[in-house]
């Protein structure tokens, strides 16, 4: 087992071992959760602290779900209630929640490197739920985790990510965790979404669909991050779907055993049709299930991981 991490900030400073350490220990917690009795005391006696100061459905409730089956004390900390409105700063928040002997705090937040910022001014572990257009490890990790499950193995597989890849923090991570285990990832959309500069991180980029997912064992699609982007990347909406939309014609054109991936939430016949959405090679919403079983795995080797996760009953 390699991990001796406090935080869990990025994917980009991990390492291939620790990844794989992850999505080793998660396939532990999964065996937990198909057992009539799905809690375990790993976490017992610590407090976890939920900081999402941006919406969100799928790692806000698995993050939840996976704290209460590690034992923990859980606070959800709601932006909307809390004195964020009367002007405090996140650095006081979190100052507040230290003094309350937060012993992790979970953050989401619309600016990119808030959670480096926390780790380094509160003794508490961070875990990083998603910064603005930087990094959503846990996302990467647990879609990782699933193409494993899947697939058998990440290393040699040709994954397409299509869509919005520069206002995306679920591309980044991903690049680095998929690239990082061998993955050959390959990068789609159009070009004011996808500029060459990708390169830079080991995977290629191409503006040609029909090229991206013929070889593809993973098509990987991203919605439009329209909350982020400051200006019109493309005409219109209507035109990004037909240049760009998984449909059924570009679908015929893929490997029968291609599957189809998307971090949610998704915009159903926008880059997805809807029926591709919930088809037999669609691994949507597996993505989300196993997302409870890598939050758990993240919080416990956090937590310093000294007991096995079939034993921590
Ligand atoms: N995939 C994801 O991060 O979804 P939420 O924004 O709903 O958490």
Redesign the pocket.
Same mark, same amino acid.
């Given at each position: 087992m390699s991990w001796h991490r406090k935080h869990l900030l990025d994917i980009e400073s991990l390492s291939a071992e620790e990844i794989l350490t992850v999505l080793d220990t998660a396939r532990g917690f999964k065996a937990v959760g198909e057992r009539a009795i799905k809690k375990v005391p790993a976490l017992r006696g610590k407090t976890v602290v939920n900081l999402f100061v941006?919406?969100?459905? @799928?790692?806000?409730i698995s993050f939840e779900l996976a704290e209460q089956r590690l034992s923990a004390d859980v606070i959800n900390f709601s932006t909307e209630a809390s004195s964020f409105k009367k002007g405090e700063t996140l650095k006081d928040t979190a100052k507040n929640l230290e003094a309350l002997n937060a012993d992790f705090i979970i953050i @989401?937040h619309s600016a990119s490197g808030a959670p480096h910022f926390l780790s380094r001014v509160v003794n508490s572990s961070i875990i990083n739920?998603?910064d603005g257009a930087h990094e959503?490890p846990t996302?990467a990790l647990l879609d990782a985790f699933t193409i494993r499950e899947r697939k058998g193995k990440i290393a040699g597989l040709n994954v397409t990510i299509l869509g919005d890849i520069l206002y995306s923090r679920?591309a980044r991570s991903n690049i680095w965790a998929l690239t990082k285990l061998g993955a050959k990832v390959t990068l789609c959309g159009p070009s004011t979404l996808v500029p060459k500069t990708f390169e830079q991180m080991g995977c290629r980029v191409t503006h040609d669909v029909d090229e991206a997912l013929r070889e593809a064992d993973i098509i990987h699609l991203l919605r439009i991050q329209h909350e982020r982007q400051r200006k019109t990347m493309f005409p219109s909406i209507g035109e990004y779907t037909s240049l760009f939309g998984l449909n059924k014609a570009r679908l015929a054109k893929t490997k029968p055993d291609a599957l189809i991936m998307h971090?949610?939430?998704i915009n159903r016949g926008v880059e997805i049709d809807s029926e591709i959405a919930d088809c037999e090679r669609s691994v949507i919403l597996q993505q989300v299930t196993n997302g409870l079983a890598v939050r758990m795995a993240v919080l416990y080797l956090v937590n310093g991981g000294k007991v096995a996760p079939e034993a921590a009953v």
């Open positions: 941006e919406p969100s459905t @799928r790692t806000r @989401r739920a998603g959503h996302q679920v971090p949610g939430p």
